[in-house]
């Protein structure tokens, strides 16, 4: 069984600083997606990006990337600039059905 | 295009009785996912529905059942609550089944049990 780990409860940013978030997943399989997910308070969860796991590129989109070790099954969050909207629940999730436990991040002006 | 719709938003019932959660997913979007959200567990997946069949199911009692109908909607049903129950529940769709699709999250529907 796949199992997605986050190992941050809670992580504190100030505002324009970077914040890595972390995530570990166990698998068997070689061909997979793994995703970050935000949810910010009361609102809906929207995806933050997306990562296959054969191409050995990194996903960037904007002020978000990703560092995917595939080895080592580690698939970490950078936030870069963070700003005040950022502050949110942040899911790591494979395939795009099992998620982890949450990272709740907060951002300090 | 409207986004995923949950209804309700709230509910509050009592041990033992049973529930209905309603999801709509975006319009063309035919698979529809159900997650059940609580504090330090994070998602936990309960069904996936693709035209009306479901592919998958995440390790949950009987109580817990789904349907999809032939509009792409679908219900859960949660039988017999009990109080571990109570948490958000949450729906989201996609345009086809598989794992490298995106989800489009709803609002959820928190449920109490009392």
């Known amino acids: 069984a796949q199992t997605v780990t986050q190992s941050q409860p809670e992580m504190s940013v100030q505002e324009a600083e970077t914040v890595t978030l972390s995530c570990t997943y166990d698998t068997s399989e070689s061909d997979y997606y793994l995703f970050w997910y935000k949810q910010p308070p009361s609102r809906q969860m929207i995806l933050v990006i997306r990562q296959e796991a054969y191409k050995q590129q990194n996903a960037t989109e904007n002020r978000f990337s990703v560092n995917f070790q595939k080895a080592a099954k580690s698939f970490s969050l950078k936030i870069s600039d963070s700003q005040l909207g950022d502050a949110a629940m942040y899911f790591c999730?494979?395939?795009?059905?099992?998620f982890g436990a949450g990272t709740r991040l907060t951002v300090k002006p | 295009k409207a986004g995923v719709t949950q209804t309700p938003r709230y509910l509050i019932k009592t041990r033992g009785q049973q529930v209905t959660l309603s999801c709509s997913p975006i319009s063309g979007h035919r698979s529809v996912s159900w997650y059940q959200q609580t504090p330090g567990q994070g998602l936990q997946f309960l069904f996936e529905y693709f035209s009306e069949t479901q592919r998958n199911k995440g390790n949950f009692p009987g109580r817990f059942s789904g349907r999809q109908f032939s509009n792409s909607r679908s219900e859960m049903n949660v039988s017999t609550l009990e109080l571990g129950d109570s948490a958000l529940y949450l729906c989201?769709?996609?345009?086809?089944?598989?794992?490298?699709?995106?989800?489009?999250f709803g609002p959820g529907t928190r449920l109490t049990v009392t």
């Open positions: 989201a769709s996609s345009p086809q089944p598989g794992r490298s699709y995106e989800q489009y």
């Open positions: 999730a494979f395939n795009d059905m099992r």
